[in-house]
């Protein structure tokens, strides 16, 4: 699995590799997770603009929202 991480204030992200997540529990799955738009405040905080740039630290992935597919999700559906 692939990230963009912000190691640096202004270059451009670099790409990580992470592995695969694992369940850790009956009530959690494994989703697909699909392309989603960038809202202004994680460009902001990526860009280290945002007031709690300062507060993150730095290696950070980007992200405040998500869209994903459950495994057995048929054609159309969808959990956020």
């Known amino acids: 699995m ?3 991480v912000v190691t640096a204030y202004g270059p451009p992200l670099d790409t ?4 695969t997540p694992e369940p850790a529990g009956e009530h ?3 989703v697909e ?8 405040r994680v460009r902001m905080q990526a860009s280290g603009s945002h007031y ?9 992935v980007p992200g405040i929202d998500g869209v994903g597919r459950t495994p057995t999700a048929g054609s159309g559906t969808s959990c956020r």
């Open 2 to 4: 692939k990230a963009a």
């Open 52 to 60: 709690t740039s300062a507060d993150s630290g730095l290696p950070l």
């Open 16 to 19: 990580w590799s992470f592995p």
């Open 28 to 30: 959690e799955i494994l």
């Open 33 to 40: 997770v699909l392309p989603a738009g960038l809202h202004p």
